[in-house]
């Protein structure tokens, strides 16, 4: 009796011990990668989560107008590429360099006047050449004056909406508004009106600059 | 519990999205014992996946059915697993993979097979038994009839309740039970002999 208890015990022991160590092998690693593809290629992944369930076409267009915003906060605070003054100073080297290419106001008005309402009030003796540059990818209009000191003065009109003029230090003359860059002897002074820029560069003074400038404004006010 | 309990129960409407969304939620973490689990059937691991899958997609398309507060949802799978098994998978791939275990290359036996585990199970039977490889222990599991083989897989290795298992194998509790005992005892059989015939039983 005692022996076969004895064996009924060590029996249930040998039972346990056997049932422990096969529960082990549930943690034999198993590669599921394919097993994964091949299921996500036939059951769609949830498209909603449980927020957007919850608060459903609220929450949705909620998302769409947070990404809304942070495109255009994007699109404002980086806006389109700018011209280095560089590139502008090069422009300037080009057009400085050449004799004249176009000489009447039509001709001239042709590429500054980029913007609907805008014209170039230049009389046809002020302009040594005239010419559309490409200057990367970006379209400038660009006009060479005869300056009374003989020291060319380039201008050139952009469009602000896909290009840039270079940033450069605020100064105001004669009331109005402009930014100053400085690029070896070359003074660059811009303004923006409307969708456009408008650029004077020369070795002359920036009040000169902007007389220039100045010959170049809304049909309407 | 069977893949049939789960047809009686009345189906929820789900839209497509609310399908995917508990599938992953609820069968996704699971599909690694299942797979593991195939693999102790199949032996193969393209079959295995092949059955895992299908197991898988069968399950996806009775999940509205599915009811999570009654149901484990390990054990509605592998009852799904067996069903898949049984009505198709052991009949087209049974040929092949006797050959596979005929073919598969036979471990030298290990020093420890030796040792007499009755005579000193006291204190050293799970030593003994901790002292066997993984593949030694699947060797022996693949040597079992097929009850055996999965009262075992359910209860042991898969951490099923005696009532799970026997709802999964469609027998009484007692049953899985007698299968358990019966079958812990070839595995033990074989280790200690490392002798597949020895092993081999019928109920």
Known sequence: MDNDMTQHDESDAVQRAISTRLARLNTIPVDTSRLDQLLRDQIPMPRKHRPFLVFGWLAGAGAAACAALIIAAALLFTGPPRLSAAELAGVYQNLAAQPGIKQTGSQANSPVQMAPGMVCMLKSGQIASCCRQTVGKYRLACVAVKSPSRASVVMVAGNAGKVNCPQGQAVTIAGHSYSLVVSGHINMLMRRVGKRWYCAMGSEKPGSLAQYLGQIAPTKR | ?203
């Open chain 2, 1 to 203: 519990m069977n893949s049939d309990t789960a047809q009686d129960i009345p189906a929820q409407k789900l839209t497509e999205s609310e399908l995917a969304e508990k599938f992953y939620q609820l069968i996704w973490p699971e599909r690694a014992n299942i797979l593991r689990f195939a693999m102790f059937l199949t032996h193969r691991t393209c079959d295995a996946e092949d059955l895992t899958q299908e197991t898988l997609l069968k399950a996806w398309r009775a999940l509205d059915r599915f009811q999570t507060r009654n149901h484990n949802i390990k054990a509605w799978l592998l009852t799904i697993l067996r069903n898949c098994w049984t009505d198709s998978f052991r009949r087209t791939r049974h040929e092949r993979n006797q050959v596979a275990l005929e073919t598969l290359p036979q471990e030298p036996p290990e020093p420890q097979q030796s040792a007499q585990p009755e005579e000193d199970q006291r204190c050293d039977v799970e030593a003994i038994l901790n002292s066997f490889s993984d593949q030694r222990m699947i060797d022996a599991l693949r040597t079992l009839g097929e009850d055996y083989r999965w009262a075992i897989l359910l209860v042991d290795v898969s951490a099923l309740s005696y009532d799970e298992a026997a709802a999964a194998m469609g027998v009484p509790v007692g049953t899985v039970r007698s299968r358990l005992f019966r079958g812990r005892r070839m595995v033990r059989d074989f280790l200690i002999s490392g002798n597949f015939s020895t092993a081999k039983g019928v109920e």
